[in-house]
């Protein structure tokens, strides 16, 4: 059974679910209809993934209730002007064959793009949970700064923050920041993309628990309170990530697991502040 956590504007959110980044947009519907069948519910994309119409192929074909579903995708870069992301958004839901996400996020701030006034962008999202079609709106890669800005500027307090962690860089300083506002965590990259997976520390605990390292290193997630969805492309790996809620990691392997911080050097990802590549 995957625990649900609530979010502050009153809905819930599957703790695991299945991340579709670099899922090739040919494979989307093979991949998650794979994904759905082994039992995940939760899916994340994005509109930069390409691959949101093989997401909706799945789901279509799934026949599974909407409402036992939750769908989030991601603004692209490159919709960041106020009326596109109305038309992306638009497009999103046609694509992915649905009236509705549970969950729209801005992919990344972007403050050196768009004369910096990621506020604005942030305004025509909220915009989008008072017709029912987005039933909630958050962001992904805010720094606390960011955080602040939108906040201040506009008000409304995203309910999630989608950003890199994981044992090499836990991310400490804005998961906190984040749950300061009462803003739940979302993990990427939850396996470092791949990287921690071989860590000698993490094969020890994993051969001591009789679980797998990715197993082991999702489990220190779970239990961190974040929000996890892992990406594979294989269905027995898929059913391996879910397995999470039969064991526990005591006090003094949480503790090795903390220790694998690399801090920035850990980062397998861009920094949010200089981040600015817009897709063709
Ligand atoms: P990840 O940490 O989930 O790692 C994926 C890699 O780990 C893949 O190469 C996969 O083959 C391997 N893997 C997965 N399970 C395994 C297992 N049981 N055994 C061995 N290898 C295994 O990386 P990710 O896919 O980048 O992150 C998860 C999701 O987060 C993405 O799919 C996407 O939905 C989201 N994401 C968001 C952003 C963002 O900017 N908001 C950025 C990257 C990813």
């Given at each position: 059974?995957?625990?649900?956590?609530?979010?502050?504007?009153?809905?819930?959110?599957?703790?695991?679910?299945?991340?579709?980044?670099?899922?090739?947009?040919a494979d989307a519907a093979e991949?998650?209809?794979?994904?759905?069948?082994?039992?995940?519910?939760?899916?994340?994309t994005a509109q930069m993934y390409g691959n949101e119409a093989g997401v909706g192929e799945a789901?279509?074909?799934?026949?599974?209730?909407?409402?036992?579903?939750?769908?989030?995708?991601?603004?692209?870069?490159?919709?960041?002007?106020?009326?596109?992301?109305?038309?992306?958004?638009?497009?999103?839901?046609?694509?992915?064959q649905v009236d509705y996400v549970d969950l729209f996020l801005m992919h990344w701030p972007m403050p050196n793009r768009y004369g910096g006034d990621f506020p604005a962008t942030w305004r025509a999202m909220v915009e989008l949970v008072g017709?029912?079609?987005?039933?909630?709106?958050g962001v992904s890669n805010f720094e606390a700064s960011h955080l602040d800005r939108i906040i201040a500027e506009t008000g409304v307090v995203p309910v999630i923050n989608q950003i890199e962690a994981h044992p090499y860089f836990p991310n400490d300083v804005v998961r906190a920041a984040s749950r300061r506002h009462?803003?739940?965590v979302e993990a990427w990259g939850p396996l470092g993309q791949g990287a921690v997976l071989d860590d000698p520390a993490i094969a020890r605990l994993a051969a001591g628990l009789g679980?797998?390292?990715?197993?082991?290193?999702?489990?220190?997630?779970?239990e961190?309170?974040?929000i996890v969805f892992p990406k594979s492309s294989h269905p027995e790996r898929m059913r391996q990530n879910m397995e999470l809620f039969d064991f526990e990691l005591t006090a003094a392997q949480t503790a090795i697991i903390d220790g694998l911080d690399r801090g920035d050097e850990g980062r397998v990802g861009p920094h949010p502040d200089s981040f600015d590549w817009i897709p063709d």
């Open positions: 059974m995957i625990p649900s956590i609530d979010l502050h504007d009153g809905t819930r959110i599957p703790q695991l679910g299945f991340g579709t980044y670099l899922v090739d947009p991949v998650v209809s794979a994904a759905l069948q082994a039992g995940y519910r939760h899916i994340d789901i279509a074909q799934s026949g599974i209730p909407r409402g036992d579903l939750y769908v989030t995708t991601k603004l692209s870069t490159a919709n960041h002007a106020p009326d596109d992301v109305r038309r992306s958004f638009e497009q999103s839901l046609a694509d992915l017709d029912g079609r987005a039933r909630s709106v009462g803003i739940a679980r797998s390292p990715a197993q082991v290193i999702l489990r220190w997630h779970i961190r309170g974040d």
